[in-house]
């Protein structure tokens, strides 16, 4: 339903940081709640962190926490992850996702940026 541009994602080494940002077409940003997912070369597409509509509520996969933080900001339809102590495991392209009612399940969200690619060296 909104379209939704990533970026921020490039070659860091394993211990640093990085901060996606994805934002969302015309002022209605509000009205969803955002997830992030990751998808490395032959694996399934697997959740990382979802917030609600208002931000109060906040889902981490096991493997994040502790580690990255989702935010949003409504007023400029962005929805941020920042990704510190990162791994080489967490090398993946990351796509955020817009949903009407917060979720974890990937087949929940009805619309799909096209995603960033992050790169964690040894």
């Known amino acids: 339903q909104v379209q939704l541009v990533e970026s921020g994602g490039g070659l860091v080494q394993a211990g640093g940081s990085l901060r996606l940002s994805c934002v969302a077409s015309?002022?209605?940003?509000?009205?969803?709640?955002l997830g992030w997912f990751r998808q490395a070369p032959g694996k399934e597409r697997e959740f990382v962190a979802a917030?609600?509509?208002?931000?109060?509520?906040?889902y981490y996969a096991d493997s994040v926490k502790g580690r990255f933080t989702i935010s949003r900001d409504n007023a400029k339809n962005t929805v941020y992850l920042q990704m510190n102590s990162l791994k080489p495991e967490d090398t993946a392209h990351y796509l955020c996702?817009?949903?009407?009612?917060?979720?974890?399940?990937?087949?929940?969200?009805?619309?799909w940026g096209q995603g960033t690619q992050v790169t964690v060296s040894s």
């Open positions: 996702a817009a949903s009407r009612v917060i979720e974890t399940m990937a087949n929940s969200f009805n619309s």
């Open positions: 917030i609600s509509r208002s931000g109060i509520t906040t």
């Open positions: 015309g002022r209605t940003l509000s009205r969803y709640a």
